[in-house]
């Protein structure tokens, strides 16, 4: 079992819908959990970290952290053709596959 | 104030080659990491230098090495090129061993 697994996508939503992305981890070592955003053939960029079970909020972002089901999970609201990127999820410094979003206008 | 850069941009080897990549991380960040980012797949993690010391390393071959100098400023040195090299070199730097990372742009390295 891989340390920060997530759905590869493609996930297409229209504009204006709420995106639910996903990790499971599998390591219950001390962690802290980011999320980043990626355009194409660019480098990651930080969206959020959090070090702490519950719920985080930045903007239209919120990160939500799970550590008794290891599961972490980001939501975007009124998603806009401009987050159209892939998103990786990573703890303690070990990333996930990342999932593709596309946003429809 | 400026991110994380690294030089170059795009380089172009082929086998057998050795290849040299750069990178100047966030003004008062003492560590850098870099990381192989293969189509399709998350950063995989190559190194973490702390204050001019290796503090980590992964699952890489011998053939990579890494350095910091002492302007926290670093270099990714790949001997021996494969094809299986080619991928977005990343770094990234973070004030120390367990912050928040920031990451540059990276360099494409393909092999021929």
């Known amino acids: 079992q891989k340390e920060v697994e997530q759905d590869p996508g493609p996930l297409s939503v229209p504009e204006g819908a709420i995106v639910s992305l996903n990790c499971t981890y599998s390591n219950s070592a001390f962690q802290y959990f980011m999320w980043y955003r990626q355009y194409s053939r660019k480098g990651p960029e930080l969206l959020m970290y959090?070090?702490?079970?519950g719920n985080k909020e930045d903007g239209r972002f919120t990160a939500q952290v799970d550590k008794s089901s290891k599961y972490i999970s980001l939501f975007i609201r009124d998603s806009q053709p401009s987050d159209s990127a892939t998103y990786l999820c990573a703890r303690n410094g070990i990333f996930g596959t990342g999932t593709r979003l596309k946003v429809l206008a | 104030d400026a991110g994380v850069t690294q030089s170059p941009t795009h380089l172009i080897k082929t086998r057998g080659q050795h290849v040299t990549l750069r990178c100047s991380p966030i003004?008062?960040?003492?560590?850098v990491s870099w990381y192989q980012q293969v189509l399709g797949q998350g950063p995989q993690f190559i190194f973490q230098?702390?204050?001019?010391?290796?503090?980590g390393r992964g699952n890489f071959p011998d053939r990579f090495s890494a350095r910091q100098f002492p302007n926290y400023s670093s270099e990714l040195n790949v001997n021996a090129l494969l094809l299986g090299d080619s991928a977005l070199y990343l770094c990234?730097?973070?004030?120390?061993?367990?912050?928040?990372?920031?990451f540059g742009p990276g360099t494409r390295l393909t092999v021929l």
């Open positions: 230098y702390y204050e001019k010391e290796e503090r």
């Open positions: 003004s008062g960040h003492k560590s």
């Open positions: 959090t070090y702490s079970s």
């Open positions: 990234a730097s973070s004030s120390d061993l367990r912050s928040t990372q920031y």
